[in-house]
């Protein structure tokens, strides 16, 4: 008899280990994905629906990833720009599927060009950690809502987190004060959010990724002579062969930053040193 009740405790604490299905959430990006699985723990499996290296601006899902939502609990959208060619048609496919826009509720800056569209406001909000901070506690509430047996844990983690961003924002806030008003140069506009949090100004190069022609580009460099440039932020997605040009000119440096990378504490943590580093006093 004792036996028996050790066996059945031991299949039933065996079987809640196994019963505990992962929850399933797609994202857009990988740095959403950061968030959610800083909030989620290993509760969750985070789906990132664009591809590394891919532009956020031209790609389209292929057909696995599209089979793929349709197992997904969620859907985390954030505005970036090849959302708007299909999220539309995965509503219509996917009525079941539950779609939050974690863009929603934050303080948009508007009128930005963006690669391949015109955009009413700025898409790149997660280069900021305010933003951040925002859209990690509404990834904190959807995962309750999704799994309220998990709340406790999703709560401690979303704290953790929450205390990790604010720490962050200081040290970025500290280290670019001595340079507030100052402007650095960038092929393509992801860093405004990132410049308007630390009283920094970004000048942009070509918003739509294309080759600026040779009249514009000595402009370029006079003002970025005249605005004291010292560094020119590249990412991995757009040609860097320009922005060589105009740093070479000037004696500035070019800083290579993925505003899409996975880590987006550590890449703006970079950002920050790499402004701090190079700005001249
Ligand atoms: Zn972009």
Same mark, same amino acid.
């Given at each position: 008899m004792k036996v028996g009740f050790a066996l059945l405790f031991w299949l039933v604490s065996a079987g809640a280990g196994l019963a505990a299905e992962p929850l399933r #959430?797609?994202?857009s990006i990988a740095p959403q994905a950061w968030?959610?699985?800083a909030v989620g723990g290993p509760e969750v499996e985070v789906l990132t629906?664009?591809?590394p290296g891919?532009?956020?601006a031209t790609f389209s899902p292929p057909p696995s990833v599209l089979r793929k939502l349709g197992r997904q609990a969620v859907y985390f959208a954030i505005g #970036?720009?090849?959302e708007q060619a299909w999220l539309p048609a995965l509503r219509k496919a996917m009525p079941g599927l539950r779609i939050v826009a974690l863009q929603q509720g934050l303080v948009r800056i508007e009128g930005v060009a963006h690669a391949g569209h015109a955009h009413d406001f700025d898409p790149h909000v997660w280069t900021s950690v305010a933003n951040l901070r925002r859209m990690a506690a509404r990834i904190r509430d959807e995962l309750i809502h999704l799994r309220p047996s998990e709340s406790t844990r999703f709560t401690a983690n979303w704290r953790m987190l929450d205390e990790r961003l604010k720490q962050l924002d200081t040290e970025l806030r500290e280290r670019l004060a001595p340079h507030r008003g100052a402007a650095f140069m960038v092929f393509?506009?992801?860093w405004g959010y990132f410049a308007r949090d630390y009283g920094l100004r970004q000048i942009v190069i070509e918003p739509f990724g294309k080759q600026v022609g040779p009249r514009r580009l000595m402009r370029l460099i006079e003002?970025?002579?005249r605005e004291r440039i010292a560094v020119v932020f590249v990412q991995p997605q757009f040609s860097e062969r320009q922005a060589r040009l105009i740093a070479d000119a000037i004696g500035g440096r070019v800083t290579r930053l993925d505003p899409l990378a996975h880590d987006i504490a550590a890449t703006l943590r970079r950002a920050a040193r790499a402004f701090a580093n190079e700005a001249r006093r």
């Open positions: #959430v797609a994202v968030l959610v699985e629906v664009l591809r891919s532009n956020a #970036v720009p090849f393509h506009p992801a003002r970025a002579r």
